[in-house]
């Protein structure tokens, strides 16, 4: 089993930034691909970011730019740099991990964007 810890959310100002932060522990392969997906009120769930543990990332068109994702793979850690932060990127944003065609999700962490 995994277990993803997410931290780093919270509310800031339109064209601020914020970090994510997002541990994996339990039975965590050195081959994963680990990423942040996120869902806004009233709207399905959908990709940020991912970046696999041999440094391959995918980034929804819309981040791309603004977002950076990078990996911790000694802490089996993976992060979300966001800038330029804007009222619509406000949302609940989920840790993912997937290994051995098995997806594993955090709780979520509250982001939200307004002044």
């Known amino acids: 089993q995994v277990r993803l810890v997410e931290s780093g959310g919270g509310l800031v100002q339109p064209g601020g930034s914020l970090r994510l932060s997002c541990a994996a522990s339990?039975?965590?392969?050195?081959?994963?691909?680990m990423g942040w997906y996120r869902q806004a009120p009233g709207k399905e769930r959908e990709l940020v970011a991912t970046?696999?543990?041999?440094?391959?990332?995918n980034y929804a068109e819309s981040m791309k730019g603004r977002f950076t994702i990078s990996r911790d793979n000694a802490k089996n850690t993976v992060y979300l740099e966001m800038t330029i932060l804007k009222p619509e990127d406000t949302a609940v944003y989920y840790c993912?991990?997937?290994?051995?065609?098995?997806?594993?999700w955090g709780q979520g962490t509250q982001v939200t964007v307004s002044s």
């Open positions: 970046r696999t543990s041999g440094g391959t990332t």
């Open positions: 993912h991990l997937r290994q051995y065609s098995i997806d594993y």
């Open positions: 339990g039975s965590v392969s050195r081959f994963n691909t």
